[in-house]
């Protein structure tokens, strides 16, 4: 499995997000390895008001469509347009410039330790 960034926080959907003011959330390696190459990217816009857990956008990939479920709650402050325009991005670099949104955050809802989400995801 892919080196996790210990810095990060993870979601059993396969969202990460950091603690940053605002959040930056993006989907793990693992997820975009499991989809394949990512094709289309359908984020919700800046100032929508989403909430923890429920679904707030859709990846597109060469093998399925996958939902992205938000793990805060909060107020969209900036979408990832490099990504929009180019979603192969979130396979080359998920962690990095492959992020999708920033989020002023409200609540956060259950997240796990990069150790919890490696041993759950393990094998």
Known sequence: MTELPAHLHYTVEHEWLDDGAPATIGI???????????VYLELPAVGEEITAGAVVGEIESTKSVSEL???VSGTVAEVNQAAVDDPSVVNSDPYGQGWL????????????????????NAG
């Not at 997820?31 to 394949?36: H, T």
Request: avoid cysteine; hydrophobic fraction near 40%.
């Open 28 to 38: 793990t390696a693992v997820a975009a390895e499991a989809l394949g190459d990512i």
């Open 69 to 71: 479920y938000s793990p």
């Open 101 to 120: 949104l920033k989020v002023d955050v409200s609540s956060t809802g259950p997240v796990l330790t990069a150790e919890e989400y490696g041993a759950q």
